[in-house]
DNA sequence: CAATAATCGAGACGGTACGTCACGTCTTCTT
DNA sequence: AAGAAGACGTGACGTACCGTCTCGATTATTG
């Protein structure tokens, strides 16, 4: 949880009475965390101050600090809010078009006001490391997941090989689409995913024909 | 370029004559990137203050904000000037080689006290692009020179394909470099960088007749 | 008006309300004005700083610059705040001695430690137009007010004309004080108020029937 | 003077002969007063800078320094040289129209640019002594030494007391005009200048008829 | 005719204060 | 108690001039 901890936040506490007080105003919450994300996408990281963000949310500057200890743990939290659109890994058959698909989607992503909140993402985790982390874990290991299970299938066809290092595979894909990203900023095109998936995938190929059709023959059974 | 002015920095210019004026302090520029260094080492990057590196240096604030546009092209300059000479591809006959024993020496920078310095320039090169291409040209250009250098040498030796897209096959060497660098904190030791280069230079293979021919001759052996 | 906000800077507004948020601190400004006071005391105009008067005071810069647009304005505040109660006006049945004597007291004033801050404003109120605004308005006003006051008392005593030009025979009371204070600093004694008293009032005695015949009337008894 | 003292200056020594060396240009000179001038025309005392006098002159910041030990004496010095418009005071036979012609002419020009170069200077002399001595010496005494003259005339024509003292009637009919200039800036019109004639005149004229007549019948001996 | 010497322009230098900005905390009244 | 409003002390920002300095070029006198 990347909010100050609280029992308070959730209305209810060990004895199940509220505690005394005003409660919380889930309305000025919702209203900061869609204002930092309206900064980030609007401005990116530069203009993204807590006062900005208490001013568009129309909130006391003291409530953001009251629930939030600095920008990182807001923009996790924010970032956490904000629905990724779907990158879903296809199964066509072929890794190289299952890969290819799923990595232009991202590269658009980026392309776009999610793009900026990413950077943002990765640019204040450089200095605060539970954000990395929070981006680690709420966006890169869920679409592993479901990378190794392309990887699998992929190999029982006997387009890779069985001993390849899945992560180094998937870093050697992803690595270069980040890479151009945050730091060779132009160039970021979808059309360089494919010579990119025939690059890297073409490396993990089984090493000679035999094996391959030793495979193909075990699938065919 | 970096810093702003671009003929007095050098004390040649097209006429072959020095500018009019008081010349510029080589004195002044070395004791700041020093002390520029120095503060990165000693407090991070966000104590990192230019009244703190002119104070270290014994030079007016003025004077920094003469010959660089803001923190980041500051940091930049000395984090090149400080790594150059550490970063050269050796030429021992195999692109496996050349490449591996640079991209090791890149990760032990990036694991040492260089590394933090890198990914507070990287950071905050998401907010000001001109950060960004500072690092790109005053670091990223002069390296990846040599790289294709040493690729181009590699293709007449027929160890990659005369088609390779160079740009392409290097951002997948480093991409991946980065990517753990800046993402997956973990998991960034030198050891990664074997397996790298096999499976991405291994996909940059000549795969046609000629393979097979040079194959071939060395079985006829 | 010298200072900034105009609503906020007194605890009362249309409403009967106090605005919303934190009151500014009445020791703050207090602690401002004082130390502007010390610091003209101690070190006069050219050491005069902002810097200076916040560290003094106790205070952030930011807090002088809130409520005092500049300089001049802050040392206005100060001076009108610390002479006010020094120049009343007496009521003495004559307009000479009512006069004369107010005049003595502003060349008191003029001749002791407050005279440098009185130079400094005007002198630095020929640059900007807002600090001799703040002069009139804070200093020159209030007083002249309680002058007006005074020679209409005189008017219905006879002593002067009915159709004086009340501004045009102040200044020319003040206009020779402020000459000799501003461009002949020598020659500035109490003494020479009362010549000047004589010379300009008796410019501006009745000379008609009137005065004829009260002095008939005197002479009749 | 209030240049830097130097044999030089003058091209001519004890010895007759000039010191070796280059000489001072004395295009440099004029150069520089004449933009000083201009910038007090043209943008007041605030906008004087020793940058801008030399930028404007085109000359090097230090050849300014080199010959002026500061701004104040700078300006006094480009007060000297400029030629002030004629301020004669003519001789009516009234000594209530030679003075109000005389003092329409002031107000005039202090209207103009040169207004700006007279406040400047008593501005800046508030701070340096040196420059309202300046200011008296040359552009004051020379006026009051005709306005005595005046004053005579008038005595011997029986407008004004014999006893009358001088020095105060002048500084009563100048101050006005001072202190509107100086701290009322608004109400600065030509038109106030006779009715205050009128009330200082009035207040040193002879005190009853019998005396005037005396004089006249003196004059007319 | 060279050597010497001072001035010139240009502009970089170490400083200092400027006025602004955002920080994170606080103090007030309202909900 | 939490809310909004907004003033508070703090400290870095990037700028503007200060008055000094160091250049090469220029312009004179002296040897």
Redesign the pocket.
């Known amino acids: 949880m990347l909010q100050k901890s609280?029992v308070?936040e959730h209305g209810q506490n060990g004895s199940g009475k509220r505690?005394?007080?005003?409660?919380?105003?889930e309305?000025?919450?919702l209203?900061i965390l869609r204002s930092t994300l309206e900064i980030l996408g609007d401005s990116g990281f530069s203009?993204?101050?807590?006062?900005?963000?208490?001013d568009r949310?129309?909130?006391?500057?003291?409530?953001v600090?009251?629930?939030w200890p600095?920008?990182g743990a807001l923009i996790a939290d924010a970032f956490a809010q904000s629905t990724t659109r779907k990158l879903r890994f296809p199964d066509t058959g072929s890794v190289y078009t299952d890969m290819s698909r799923q990595m232009r989607q991202l590269v658009k992503i980026f392309a776009g006001p999610m793009g900026r909140i990413v950077s943002a993402i990765l640019a204040a985790g450089q200095t605060e490391e539970e954000l990395i982390a929070a981006f680690r874990e709420r966006f890169l290991k869920p679409r592993r997941r479901e990378a190794y299970a392309t990887l699998r299938r992929a190999i029982l066809r006997g387009e890779l090989r069985r001993d390849v290092d899945q992560d180094l595979l998937l870093d050697s894909l992803y690595g270069p689409i980040y890479m151009r990203f945050l730091i060779r900023h132009d160039r970021m095109t979808p059309e360089f995913v494919d010579p990119l998936c025939a690059l890297v995938l073409g490396g993990a190929r089984p090493r000679d024909r035999r094996r391959r059709r030793r495979s193909n023959a075990r699938l065919s059974k």
């Not at 505690?19 to 105003?25: D, K, T, V, Y």
Request: aromatic share 10%; net charge positive.
């Open positions: 609280s308070r505690p005394p007080g005003r409660p919380r105003s309305q000025a919450r209203a203009d993204f101050t807590i006062e900005e963000v208490a949310a129309g909130v006391g500057k003291a409530t600090y009251r629930w600095n920008k």
